[in-house]
Structure formats: C-alpha cells, structure tokens
C-alpha cells in the first residue's frame, strides 16, 4: 500500500514542478526555477525509491555474500576478503569492510524470529569463514 501511495506522491510532485515550469515561462524568476526543480526533484525521489525492494535476501556463496535489503534498490556483493569484523547488536549488524564505509543492516523493524534466523546466519558464516565478530547483544 505505502509503494502506491509513493509512486502516487512521486507522480503528482513531478507533474506539480512541469505544470509549475508551464504556467510561468514568461515570468520565470529564480524562485519559479527553485520551486519547480525543487517538486520535480521531489517526485523522482518519491517515484524512485517505491521501486525497492520488499523482502530481505541474504545469499552466502564461495567467494562473496550478497545482501538485498528492505528498500534498497539494487543488491550489494561483499565479498569474504574485504569483511574486517562483524559486530551485533540489538538492533543491527554492522560488516565493517576495509577501506570502504562500514555497512549497518537494521534490524528492528524485523519479528524477533527473523532477527534470531539472521543473527545466527551472520554468526555461523563468521565461523565458517574465520572472520572477526563481536557480539554486543545478549539475547
């Protein structure tokens, strides 16, 4: 329901800025090119983003792990070598990696049996693959 809601918004906010644009192109002003760029870069937003994804997928395989997250766009490949630690915690999981910025995957919007299933996932595969892990949650 909340994805048609934002493709519904998106749509409307672009329609708002080109009308925006079309009403006044002979009186246009700085603030006429701000307020119809500012809609129109609005509903792209809007419109983009309901295109995420619904469900979390995590597949491990040899050489990588590849995660799909609840409105991500696109999946992310990390692979095993550029894992530094792994560190859980209440409400998250954080994949620090080497020389790239540390990946935080929430968890609190999840039922507690998923969140277990995952924790024991990233904590198994940590085992597995001998890499570094702190666990800060005690649960």
């Known amino acids: ?3 048609t809601l934002r493709k519904i918004f998106g749509v409307l906010f672009f329609l ?3 009308i925006w644009i079309l009403i006044h192109i ?3 002003n700085l ?3 701000i307020y119809s ?3 129109s870069g609005l509903g792209i937003t809007y419109f983009y983003v309901a295109f995420g994804s619904d ?3 995590i597949c491990a395989e040899n050489d990588f792990v590849k995660l799909r997250w609840v409105n991500w766009i696109r999946p992310k490949i990390i692979q095993y070598s550029e894992i530094e630690k792994l560190t859980f ?3 998250d999981i954080e994949i620090s990696r080497k020389g790239k910025k540390p990946l935080r995957l929430q968890l609190d919007f999840m039922e507690k049996d998923q ?3 995952i924790r024991e996932f990233f904590m198994k595969l940590a085992r597995e693959k001998g890499l570094n892990h702190e666990n800060r949650y005690r649960g």
């Open 55 to 57: 469900t979390t997928e």
């Open 115 to 117: 969140k277990k299933e």
């Open 16 to 18: 708002q800025g080109i």
């Open 31 to 33: 603030f006429h090119w």
């Open 1 to 3: 329901m909340h994805k």
């Open 37 to 39: 760029f500012f809609f």
């Open 89 to 91: 915690t209440m409400f």
């Open 26 to 28: 002979h009186e246009m």
